[in-house]
């Protein structure tokens, strides 16, 4: 069965810093999708950004990148130029592209922005 | 375009009680997802309905819990009786039909269900 870990169960940033969550995830399978979600304390989860598995650049979205290393399945989300609406939980999620639509979560990092 | 509706957004109930949670997805949504935070780990899948079928519920913890879907549209899902392990936050989320890379997952606010 797959598994996600996120071992950072909270990060915290000063205002416009960078800073990197990590995400590993266990599969055997080859294809797959991965994503970040993103939990504001209003406590809807967003899209941050997305991977799919076989595309071996990185996703970038704005100030959100990704390092996707699929040998190492290492899925890590880097946010630069932090900002006070960041300050959230961070969801890391796998989902196979086939078969069951279930997605498997981690248990999620809080993220604190620092002024 | 409205969200995905959830509500409660609170129930707080004794053991042994029932509870009767809603999401209305977001129209022309056929997936609907039902996950559960419990305090602290991560959010566990707890069944998937494309329209009215019932397509994955392998995450669903007992038959102490019951989703329906009826006619497509909005879901419920009623727990009965309750016990103290359930207590958690509830999601619901929705997504169209196809590769979920194009089509991503569309959250609700969750309900925080406490069982006393």
């Known amino acids: 069965a797959q598994t996600v870990t996120q071992s950072q169960p909270e990060m915290s940033v000063q205002e416009a810093e960078t800073v990197t969550l990590s995400c590993t995830y266990d599969?055997?399978?080859?294809?797959?999708?991965l994503f970040w979600y993103k939990q504001p304390p209003s406590r809807q989860m967003i899209l941050v950004i997305r991977q799919e598995a076989y595309k071996q650049q990185n996703a970038t979205e704005n100030r959100f990148s990704v390092n996707f290393q699929k040998a190492a399945k290492s899925f890590s989300l880097k946010i630069s130029d932090s900002q006070l609406g960041d300050a959230a939980m961070y969801f890391c999620?796998?989902?196979?592209?086939?078969?069951?639509?279930?997605?498997?979560f981690g248990t999620g990092t809080r993220l604190k922005v620092l002024a | 375009e409205a969200g995905v509706t959830q509500f409660p957004s609170h129930s707080v109930i004794e053991k042994g009680q029932t509870v009767t949670l809603r999401c209305d997805p977001i129209s022309g949504h056929d997936n609907l997802y039902w996950y559960r935070r419990v305090m602290g780990k991560e959010i566990k899948f707890l069944l998937h309905?494309?329209?009215?079928?019932?397509?994955?519920e392998s995450g669903m913890p007992n038959n102490r819990f019951l989703a329906e879907r009826t006619g497509g549209t909005y879901s419920t899902l009623k727990v009965q009786p309750a016990e103290l392990e359930d207590s958690g936050v509830y999601f619901c989320?929705?997504?169209?039909?196809?590769?979920?890379?194009?089509?991503?997952?569309?959250f609700g606010n969750g309900t925080r269900l406490t069982v006393t």
């Open positions: 309905f494309v329209k009215e079928s019932k397509q994955d």
């Open positions: 999620a796998y989902r196979s592209a086939a078969g069951t639509y279930k997605y498997i």
């Open positions: 599969t055997s399978e080859s294809d797959y999708y």
């Open positions: 989320a929705s997504s169209l039909l196809g590769s979920s890379y194009n089509s991503p997952l569309h």
